[in-house]
């Protein structure tokens, strides 16, 4: 990757991390070192607040108020990183080929102190970072083969277990999966 990026590029690069929700503010509280004591809250960029239209109402969170983002406590799949990518490739192959799908679809989840997963949002953004719509079936396909992963390992901070906001995102070139990250 070019190291020197023009204006315009970064520009569109801090557009999609905020949209994606990999971009926090840039306020001093919030470095990677930080403990995610209030790391969180609705004012936050990218906040998912409960919709009764889209949420399940079971699913709770143990501190509403106090949610952390994925990097300060590192909430995991507990049959490991390969078997996660295993399982959402395979779900994603089921699907049948759009050519024109190209870009990143992420979809955002919280992740409760439980390790029950809920909340989940989908965005969706062309390779020059700009929102995007994809054939409704592709989103359609990727949420629920993530709603279906089932429990997750709640995130920790010096042996307290938080409520944790997640994302798994997908690159696609011409329908094709070709990466999922992180």
């Known amino acids: 990757m070019n190291r020197f990026l023009t204006s315009r590029q970064s520009a569109l690069r801090k557009r999609w991390l905020l949209v994606s929700g990999l971009f926090g503010a840039a306020l001093p509280a919030k470095s990677q070192n930080t403990a995610p004591y209030r790391s969180s809250s609705y004012g936050d960029v990218g906040a998912i607040a409960f919709d009764p239209t889209h949420d399940d109402p079971r699913f709770v969170l143990c501190d509403e108020h106090h949610i952390a983002q994925s990097y300060q406590v590192k909430p995991t799949y507990p049959l490991g990183n390969g078997v996660l990518q295993h399982?959402?490739?395979?779900?994603?192959?089921?699907?049948?080929?759009?050519?024109?799908?190209?870009?990143?679809?992420?979809?955002r989840f919280l992740i409760n102190c439980t390790g029950a997963a809920g909340r989940f949002r989908v965005y969706e953004v062309d390779n020059a970072y700009q929102p995007t719509s994809f054939p409704p079936e592709i989103a359609r396909y990727l949420?629920?083969?993530?709603?279906?992963?089932?429990?997750?390992?709640?995130?920790?901070?010096?042996?307290?277990?938080?409520?944790?906001?997640?994302?798994?995102?997908?690159?696609?070139?011409?329908?094709?999966?070709?990466?999922?990250?992180?």
């Open 87 to 107: 399982r959402l490739r395979t779900a994603f192959a089921a699907h049948p080929r759009y050519r024109r799908a190209t870009g990143i679809v992420t979809v």
């Open 143 to 182: 949420l629920l083969a993530v709603r279906g992963l089932g429990r997750w390992q709640p995130g920790t901070y010096q042996h307290h277990v938080y409520d944790s906001y997640k994302f798994l995102s997908f690159r696609l070139q011409a329908g094709q999966l070709l990466t999922i990250f992180p």
